[in-house]
């Protein structure tokens, strides 16, 4: 989680000036006639939580095991500068203490990024195919579609993904029953927990998946690249550099919804090329079933198996790899109050091996999120 922090302390550096001229770009184009606004959109999420967790597990513990509140608002401006071109970008505060994690609580409680930043080009084929290019969130694996309070049906993220957003190139395209993407993204898909922050490097990513029924989606898809950064270079052998050592992952994953049940899970194998030791592998996978009981009410559960392999910096002479396996389930029940307001509640429990020598883990999570949808334009719109 170390690099969790550091990351964010860089981001605030580097990201407030362009955060709050985007919000203030925003806030001047709600101004603009109204014959202007017809290609302009200007949303918002708002999302308050609250957290009340054990202190054993880095994956669960929040604010050391203490009580801890969390809020987060982030706005985003498209707009549809031709037919076939449009740009969005997606800026976020956040305040709080609810997402530092065990022994890891030194990131700043209120800061500002940029998360999102990009165009996208769609040909005029008879076939969907679409070019995107800037600041955007993974373009594989299932959740990256899904983080978003307003479509999570649970409060926390899966334990194979981190928040992310690299910059890359990718195209996609759709013809009858299959999909693909190719990409390039500066950042791997996985972080390393107790390595520094990744460095930019081209990370290649393909996908592909087919619907051979309406509501059904069976995908695969793979990436590979350096997962280091210029610090490990002092620990390695004489001619090495950090871009030497990969991160490869083959992933699954699969969407279905039927009526009012929804099931999305997913799959990942990846191997590690550890500097000093043979190849490490790992496996993640989870199932996440949702059910809407009325227009009101829904449920969901996630189950997830983790197999992770951990690669620790030296801390004297040699590299060396912890193999992290747990168990992790959270149930939640939401709540519609209108169609742009949600409250959840959420309970996580976590068995863990992290060191086999004392034994399993045992931890949990509590917590409740309100979140609310707001169009910015609306606000400034004349009644009819």
């Avoid at 091996?353 to 509590?366: I, L, Q, R």
């Amino acid at each position: 989680m170390s690099e969790r922090c550091a990351s964010r302390r860089n981001r605030w550096s580097q990201h407030r000036v362009v955060a709050t001229g985007l919000f203030l770009a925003g806030a001047l184009a709600v101004m603009r006639p109204a014959s202007a606004d017809d290609r302009l959109l200007i949303e918002g999420l708002l999302d308050a939580e609250g957290w009340n967790t054990g202190g054993q597990s880095v994956n669960l513990s929040r604010n050391e095991g203490e009580p801890a509140g969390q809020g987060r608002l982030r706005l985003w401006a498209a707009v549809q500068l031709t037919d076939s071109l449009q740009g969005m970008a997606l800026g976020r505060f956040e305040s709080g203490h609810a997402d530092t994690y065990l022994e890891f609580d030194d990131t700043e409680a209120t800061y500002a990024q940029l998360d999102e930043a990009w165009v996208r080009y769609t040909f005029p084929t008879s076939f969907r195919l679409v070019a995107q290019g800037g600041l955007m969130t993974q373009p594989i694996g299932s959740f990256s579609r899904r983080y978003l309070s307003s479509a999570n049906p649970l409060i926390g993220s899966p334990a194979n993904y981190v928040i992310d957003y690299p910059a890359g190139l990718s195209l996609s395209g759709s013809a009858g029953m299959a999909d693909f993407l190719i990409a390039v993204t500066d950042k791997p898909l996985a972080h390393q927990v107790y390595l520094p922050e990744p460095s930019s490097s081209p990370r290649p990513s393909i996908a592909a998946g087919i619907t051979p029924i309406v509501g059904f989606r069976l995908g695969a898809f793979a990436t590979w690249g350096p997962y280091l950064a210029p610090e490990a270079e002092p620990w390695l052998a004489a001619g090495e550099s950090w871009r030497d050592f990969d991160q490869r992952i083959v992933g699954f994953d699969l969407q279905y919804s039927r009526g009012h049940f929804e099931l999305n899970g997913e799959m990942t194998r990846s191997l590690y090329e550890v500097p000093g030791q043979n190849d490490e592998r790992g496996i993640v996978w989870y199932l996440e079933p949702k059910y809407t009981w009325s227009p009101r009410w829904f449920g969901a559960l996630r189950l997830q198996r983790s197999q992770e392999t951990q690669v620790w910096m030296p801390w004297i002479t040699d590299w060396y790899v912890t193999d992290e396996d747990s168990w992790d389930v959270e149930a939640g029940a939401g709540y519609r109050i209108d169609p742009h307001t949600v409250i959840k509640l959420a309970y996580r429990v976590e068995r863990s091996d992290e060191d086999p020598d004392e034994g399993p883990v045992f931890d949990h999570a509590v917590a409740f999120q309100l979140s609310c949808g707001f169009d910015v334009r609306s606000w400034f719109e004349r009644p009819q």
